[in-house]
């Protein structure tokens, strides 16, 4: 998505340990525009998979998931990263790690919203590791809901997160695949 990597090259800043910055615009400060024109980018790729749930993980991914569905007319299911009086006991868990925080999560669902006639599409604003992408998938397991697809806005391509789960037999669409970061410049993937 050019306007995406356009917007990474002009605003994002690389930090030391392949870190990218992107908070005035996706994950601190949020462009509710360009949000909308990656929403739809996500429908018009996923549009034919019969999706009628999108699940992320709290906070970042949930301003992204919800502009996706408003064109796929879905609701948004957001993983929990804490535990809340109101959550309850019966829930999906799982855990997973955070790269850029230093932290290991447990990430909850309560299992009145995801079941096994749901089919899912997973979003989330970064790929790198697969971390969370891998709690999410568990947690889709454990409901026995179908993952119908995954929306990214960035991945790392040179990390192993993308390729491990696209070998596993998902299909991984990322708006901007980053192939490689120096101090000078960000080179996106061309495929």
């Known amino acids: 998505m050019k306007i995406l990597e ?53 906070v970042s991914g949930i301003a992204l998931a919800f502009a996706a569905a408003t064109y796929f007319n879905v609701p948004v299911v957001f993983a929990k990263k804490s535990q809340s009086l109101t959550l309850g006991d019966d829930v999906y868990q799982s855990t997973i790690t955070s790269y850029t925080k230093q932290k290991t999560y447990d990430i909850r669902v309560q299992k009145s919203f995801l079941n096994q006639s749901d089919r899912v599409l997973i979003i989330d604003d970064f790929l790198a590791m697969g971390q969370a992408l891998g709690g999410l998938i568990d947690l889709c397991d454990q409901a026995g809901a179908q993952v119908a697809g995954i929306g990214i806005a960035i991945e790392k391509a040179f990390q192993p997160g993308g390729q491990l789960y696209r ?10 695949r980053i192939e490689k970061m120096t101090e000078e410049e960000i080179i996106f993937c061309q495929n």
Not at 9 to 31: A, M, S, W
Not at 38 to 50: A, I, R, S, V
Not at 167 to 176: F, N, V
């Open 6 to 58: 356009d917007r990474i090259r002009r605003e994002g800043t690389l930090l030391p340990g392949e870190v990218l910055k992107v908070d005035n615009f996706i994950n601190h400060q949020i462009d509710p525009q360009l949000f909308m024109q990656m929403g739809e980018d996500f429908y018009q790729h996923f549009k034919d998979q019969q999706i009628n749930k999108i699940l992320t993980l709290e």
């Open 167 to 176: 070998e596993r037999g998902y299909e991984i669409y990322s708006q901007a």
